[in-house]
Structure formats: structure tokens, C-alpha cells
């Protein structure tokens, strides 16, 4: 159960974002069960145009949910290359399948030693358990 919650394919952050390397070197960023979870039934996305470029930890969007207004920040230093569009017209797909169809946007990234920064899925359990999860 536990290898299925967080997917040992992608890393992630202590901000609850992940990014996950896809076949042509660009990675995909959403947010992990835990951030949606803490979110609540998410009901608008904010998102950047294609094209902007993003620092570490940058401000990427805000997630709207039923109680609050979230900001979502960037796992890694890049370039925004795609947004998801079925996201943006079906929000829920961030709470119902966060780590696949939930997906927020494609980066290009600029400083792929980056990557190997975020946690690992093991290491990103073990920071929720410390959060007392």
C-alpha cells in the first residue's frame, strides 16, 4: 500500500510537490496525496503560461480548494514547457490521481543536478512521519 501512496519513479519536496523525469528529459510537477489530501476537494487551479521560467522554490501557482487558497511552489529551476489542460478544466483530477492524470505542469529543466536534491519516496515518507502523518 505504502509503495503505491508515493511512487519511487519521482522525487519530491518538503513542500509537498514532486517531479518525475519523463522520456525526453522534461519532468513533470504536480502535488503529492498528502498536499491534496490537506487541501480538501480542490476546486481551481492557478497556473503559469507556458514559456515562464521558474527558480527552486519558486512561487509555480496556487491550488484553490473548498477551505483555502494554497500556493504551489516549483520543485526545480526551469522552464515551463506544458500545462495541463485536463487539470486546469477538471480540477478534482489533483485530488483523485495527484501522482499521474493530476499533473500540473512540464518543465524543461536548468539545473538537472537539482533532482537529486528532493527526497526520494522513502525519504519523503519518512518526512511526513516526522510531521507526525
Known sequence: ERDRMYPADRRYSQQHEWAKRVDDGTLRVGITHYAQEQLGDIVFLDLPQVGAVLGRMQKLGEVESVKSVSEVYS??????????QEVMGRPELANFDPHEKGWLVRMK????GEMD??????DYESFLKSLGV
Do not use: F, R
Open 109 to 112: 529543466p536548468s539545473e538537472p
Open 117 to 122: 536534491e528532493l527526497m526520494t519516496a522513502a
Open 75 to 84: 520543485p526545480i529551476s526551469g522552464e515551463v514547457v506544458e500545462v495541463n
